[in-house]
């Protein structure tokens, strides 16, 4: 395809990552798909082998900025350029700000803010020499609402929001920036929370879902615009979430 694209997108080993990952190689595009989990990059690049496009395993951790360096700089070397970078990756594990779970709240600033950073920090540079690209951040409908036991996770995704809108007004338009912001999502995020409040407001919480695919919808959207339109941001979320 003329307008095959090269991508990467983090977080790519289960959920939204995933989805999109094979909702993009289904188009035809080139997605090098980052995570921790190697095993699960492998399944995905199986599940995708008979796609237009491809997918390729990267082993790396957003919190490493020299190992997601590495990632992108490998990435522009062996395509000649890279497209599209999507942060997604990030962890959700919901507390009370009284439970006290420092260390769960560290990584969730570590995943979902630092990370964001460090792929802007990795990407904007050949974005810049190249003369385009664009950035796509999985934000989260917690950048636009609060609710109790979400403030930390609620906090790290309005940052999420407040860095890529400003990022957005600072790069030349040639670049172009956009965050998606899910609603409700089937994914494996709520697994991670261990404080007991948390997990049983979460049952409630999370009764009406939509699938993973309707967030690489959104995404998908956004990349096939043409050069001059920018869509600079998308909530996405169940009928049924009010």
Known sequence: MSDRKVV???GASSGIGAAVAARLADQGHHVVAVARRADRLARLADR???AAGTVAAAQADVT???ALTSVVARTQDEHGRLDVVVNNAGV???SRLDALLVDQWNRMIDVNVRGLLHGIAAALPIFQEQGGGHFVTVASIGA????PSAAVYCGTKHAAWAITEGLRQEVDPSIRVTTISPGVV???LASTITDPHAAEAMRTYRAATIPAAAIAGAVSYALDQPPDVDVNEIVVRPTRQR
């Open 64 to 66: 490493d900025l020299a």
């Open 186 to 188: 089937e994914s494996e």
């Open 144 to 147: 636009h609402q609060v609710s």
């Open 8 to 10: 990467l997108v983090t």
């Open 48 to 50: 995708t082998r008979d």
């Open 92 to 94: 959700m594990p919901l």
